[in-house]
């Protein structure tokens, strides 16, 4: 699918990877409907993107109709949809239980798993549902890319988020096989560690250690990932497989 004049939906579009990839395919000439919780960051991310076709939809995408309406919004605003990123996810770590001394002292509430599953795999659930709808209805092609994440495997104190990514990824193998019948193409991308706000801010001796885990010898940089999606998007063969962009790094 060549990306330019396509309409690209991105969640969590206003920040991060989500605004790195907003700004990768807006050079590509695609037409962007940016999609996130924070009204100021999506405004400010609008008009980053230049003479670049945008809107933006803010949206709590684990409310179901507010998914609905939006992608309607959508499809009145543009005419059509063609792509889906579905990029928007939290982090709320924590161990399942800690313990002293043979007590138990802490467990992960069921509220703070919840709450992981609800943005992180509920809401593509949602997104990538009404995507696929608006898609046909507007008679497209159509493509939708799960964010998942190296952590899909497991990994220590993210039992929230390992298993919203792990399902997303899944998710993203069923759609492929599910909507390919209506031209609906559907990948993954599971990012390593990547260079952004929360890891500017680690300590440097965390941050050299982390750096020596992964065999290139450094962490990833969001334009990676942004260039992983164009490429799904741009190769029609490309369906049903999980892209892992970690640079080496296994957990």
């Not at 695609?30 to 670049?52: F, H, K, S, Y």
């Not at 499809?75 to 990029?87: K, M, T």
């Not at 798993?113 to 943005?119: A, C, E, M, R, T």
């Not at 493509?143 to 399902?167: D, E, F, M, P, T």
């Amino acid at each position: 699918m060549d990306v330019k004049g396509k309409v690209v939906a991105i969640t969590g579009g206003a920040g991060g990877l989500g605004l790195a990839m907003a700004q990768e395919l807006a050079a590509a000439g695609a037409r962007l409907a940016l999609i996130d919780v924070d009204q100021d960051r999506l405004e400010q991310a609008c008009a980053l993107m230049g003479e670049t076709e945008v809107q933006g939809y803010a949206v709590d995408i684990t409310d179901e109709e507010d998914v609905m309406a939006t992608f309607q919004y959508i499809l009145e605003d543009f005419g059509q949809l063609n792509v889906l990123v579905n990029n928007a996810g939290i982090l709320r770590d924590g161990m399942l239980i800690k313990a002293k001394e043979g007590q138990v002292t802490d467990r992960m509430s069921l509220e703070q798993f919840q709450s992981v599953i609800n943005v992180n795999l509920s809401g593509s659930f949602l997104c990538g549902r009404e995507a696929a709808a608006a898609m046909i209805s507007s008679g497209q092609e159509g493509v939708i890319i799960n964010i998942s994440s190296l952590a899909r495997a497991g990994n220590v104190g993210q039992s929230n988020y390992a298993a919203s990514k792990a399902g997303v990824a899944a998710m993203a193998v069923g759609w492929a096989k599910e909507l390919a019948r209506y031209k609906i193409r559907a990948a993954a991308v599971a990012p390593g560690v990547i260079a952004t706000e929360m890891t500017a801010a680690m300590k440097p001796e965390a941050l050299e250690r982390l750096e020596k885990m992964v065999p290139v010898g450094r962490l990833g940089d969001a334009a990676e990932i942004a260039s992983t999606v164009k490429f799904i998007i741009e190769n029609d063969y490309v369906n049903g497989r999980v892209f892992e962009i970690d640079g080496g790094i296994r957990l």
